[in-house]
């Protein structure tokens, strides 16, 4: 009879390693992807923001997190963040609230009176685009080094 024992202790230490180090790579990732994005859309957005609440608004929030998943998001609440990001259609500008539209016009250099105005529509200024791309890189970026510190548990 023969009989063989494997001491398989070292083993079991590399398993539990390794998924706490998973674990933390997946939390580490996604938090500093999503606050990588977050800078990106607050820096990178060259329109013109006459208030700062566009640019100080923006914010990432986790959505869910266990030891194998999380996921995050880039959000800007401002209700015309989509007009800025994505170009407009020219379209017709109508008084609801008052009788008359009010305001400055820097084209003509006086104040404009009336029902209406047509508006020409305006270009878009990307900010919320380059802020997913940029975070989708961090988080490429920060998942290779965990696997890379996941590797030299194995060693």
Known sequence: ??????????????????????????????????????????????????????????????????????????????????????PTRPHKIVARRKPELVFWWPKVGAMFFGKSVNHPGTRGYPFMGPAYLRAESKLYAEVDAGLARVSAIWR
């Open 1 to 86: 009879m023969l009989t063989c024992r494997v001491d398989l202790s070292e083993f079991h230490a590399a398993v539990t390693a390794t998924k706490r180090e998973l674990g933390a790579t997946v939390r580490r990732s996604t938090m500093q992807a999503g606050a990588s994005g977050r800078d990106e859309a607050k820096a990178k957005g060259q329109f013109q923001d006459r208030t700062g609440n566009l640019r100080r608004e923006i914010f990432w929030r986790i959505l869910t997190y266990d030891a194998q998943q999380a996921e995050g998001e880039i959000v800007s609440p401002m209700s015309y963040s989509q007009f800025v990001e994505n």
